[in-house]
């Protein structure tokens, strides 16, 4: 079955840095569309980046220029790095696989950034 585990949330000052990790089973990584999403304490899941099987990138406004997706094919992960990060990036982030017929979400890592 699709498994999808996040690690490398925690807290992290105003201008931080961190990088997420997403290790995926169950599919085949490499030919699937992946992506993170983010929950603010409070709010709705907002779109943060996607990540095709080509390697092409997408990005939401608030976070261009300072986060970078990536992925690992052989190892069958996806990363997030942060730089620069600001109170308002605080949330639990998850990681996505968009694989056609159904989406599939892991359990999150929360970020937490101090002012």
């Known amino acids: 079955q699709v498994q999808l585990v996040e690690s490398g949330g925690g807290l992290v000052q105003f201008g931080g840095s961190l990088r997420l990790s997403c290790a995926a089973s169950?599919?085949?990584?490499?030919?699937?569309?992946m992506g993170w999403v983010r929950q603010p304490p409070g709010k709705a899941l907002e779109g943060v980046s996607t990540i095709n099987a080509d390697n092409t990138t997408n990005y939401r406004d608030s976070v261009k220029g300072r986060f970078t997706i990536s992925r690992d094919n052989a190892k069958n992960e996806l990363y997030l790095h942060m730089t620069n990060l600001k109170p308002e990036d605080t949330g639990v982030y998850y990681c996505k696989a968009f694989l056609g017929t159904k989406d599939y979400r892991g359990k999150g890592t929360l970020v937490t950034v101090s002012s």
């Open positions: 169950g599919f085949v990584f490499s030919g699937r569309a």
